[in-house]
């Protein structure tokens, strides 16, 4: 009996199969294995191949779209449907499998997206948690609406929004789905569902830490009880924890690494902005053009990661007038980008993860927020952290390129660029302290392993194996 004392915590940690869901819950995974717990990523069978980390397990587990994977199902609405069917039972069978090896499953970590997972979880008697990945104030505004605290749609004239422990939230600074429900309505009925069982769960995370969003937090905790956990972003740019952990292990799209980093070598420190919108937002043609030139016309070094299927929508010529100031590419490993020394801006949609990076890595950001969460964290960006300045659109919905240099000029050169420079450093190491031994971050996790080792140290007592 002796050596079973301290049998191996298993934790299934199971994300959206979208890089922006995978990135975060695996991370979470690597920092549960650097505790000594075991650690498997449930995917869905067409993304299984792309995740490789160290330390961790990957199984895959059925959406009802083994081969093409979401852009097999037609529509959001008939994904999710099926991958509640097919997940529920596939996840219950990776569970069952487990049951009688020496790696019993001792609690289930599940995206918030999948509440479904929840119930698998309890019907096998284990603990079960969920993990937002949005910030606490986005995931906040939610849980008001799912409660019936606010009605939507939300109206210019009845502004600002006011949530305890929240800043006022003006029109422009809302989720898109909010503002125009009708036009997500799918997006937004899987936003609410994330709480539809979530009294049941036994943890709740947040990709987030206390000293970035500590009164937004506790202004919502009646309503979710989250732990922040954040940021979940590799170790190697925080804490250097966990060996060689410089990029996320999932990639979904081939990274170019070399090139980018061997053009940066070739610059002056501080002097290259770096401009991605991340894996989902697609810009108008006109949107793109007006990039494309406010770039060319602010004359700094920049590094543009323009997807292959938006190649189209680049001013004629562009590429090749460019080369003498910009290197456009398909993709990058962005943490190394962000990290490197010649790197002074980012300009970013603002989706949640990059705003997180941009923040770990100090670096001031422009942001051009597209939709979704991306307008609260651009508002956080300028106004709450004042880490970067937000881009106003005309009144066409469009970023103008006096607007884009007008940004970059303000975060780059010019007075509050100083301070905006100095908050930058400042956060990044609130971020380190956060994840780092004895910080906030870092508790919540080692509390949660400790809790799932009492619960299997009760187990065993009771006679379950």
């Keep these: 009996m002796g050596h079973k004392e301290h049998r191996t915590i298993h934790v299934v940690v199971l994300p959206y199969p979208g890089q922006g869901h995978i990135n975060p819950l ?18 869905t069978h067409y993304t299984v191949n792309s995740i490789s980390a160290p330390n961790v ?35 219950s069978q990776l569970i069952q499998k487990y049951q009688n090896s020496d790696y019993p499953v001792n609690c289930v970590v599940y995206d918030s997206f999948f509440p479904w997972a929840l119930d698998v979880a ?31 749609p939300f109206k210019p004239e009845n502004m600002p929004l006011l949530i305890p ?8 600074d809302l989720p898109s789905f909010l503002k125009f429900p009708d036009g997500y309505p799918v997006y937004l009925a899987m936003k609410l569902s994330q709480f539809s069982n979530l009294e049941f769960a036994d943890w709740v995370f947040g990709n987030t830490f206390e000293e970035l969003e500590h009164e937004e937090a506790k202004g919502i905790s009646n309503l979710w009880p989250g732990k922040l956990i954040g940021p979940m972003v590799p170790s190697a740019y925080l ?41 989902m937002v697609s810009l108008t043609q006109k949107q793109m053009e007006e990039i494309a030139f406010g770039l060319q016309e602010s004359n700094l070094h920049f590094l543009w990661v323009v997807k ?19 290197l456009i590419v398909g993709w990058c490993n962005q943490l190394e980008i962000l990290a490197h020394e010649a790197v002074g801006c980012f300009v970013t949609h603002c989706g949640w993860n990059s705003t997180l990076e941009g923040l770990s890595l100090g670096l001031p950001m422009v942001g051009v927020p597209q939709w ?16 970067g300045v937000r881009a106003k659109e005309d009144e066409k919905g469009i970023v103008t390129k006096e607007e884009l240099v007008l940004c970059l000029k303000t975060v780059m050169e010019g007075k509050r660029s100083q301070e905006i420079k100095k908050n930058s450093i400042k956060w990044r190491e609130k971020a380190k302290a956060a994840v780092s031994e004895g910080g906030s971050s870092e508790k919540c996790i080692n509390e949660f392993v400790e809790f799932l080792r009492c619960c299997d140290h009760k187990k065993m007592l009771n006679g379950h194996h």
């Design 57 to 91: 397990g990957v199984e895959a587990i059925s959406d009802g779209f083994d081969t093409g994977g979401f852009a097999e199902a037609k529509s959001e609405d008939l994904f999710l449907k099926s991958f509640k069917t097919n997940g529920s039972s596939t996840l």
């Design 372 to 387: 979704a969460d991306q307008l609260t964290d651009a508002k956080f960006v300028e106004e709450i952290w004042e880490v």
């Design 165 to 172: 422990g929240f800043p006022p939230l003006n029109f422009d």
């Design 308 to 326: 292959e299927s938006e190649r189209d929508k680049l001013p004629n010529g562009f590429i090749d007038s460019a080369k003498e100031k910009g």
């Design 122 to 152: 309890k019907q096998h008697s284990i603990p079960g948690a969920a993990f937002f990945t949005n910030s606490a104030t986005v995931t906040g505004i939610f849980a008001h609406i799912h409660r019936g605290f606010l009605s939507l």
């Design 239 to 279: 804490d250097g924890k966990i060996k060689n952990d410089k990029g996320y292990g999932a990639s979904l799209w081939k990274p170019l690494g070399e090139e980018c980093l061997k053009w940066l070598e070739t610059k002056p420190q501080n002097s290259v902005i770096y401009v991605s919108f991340g894996s």
């Design 26 to 43: 695996l991370q979470f995974a690597k920092r549960l294995a650097s505790k000594g717990v075991k650690a498997t990523i449930a995917t």
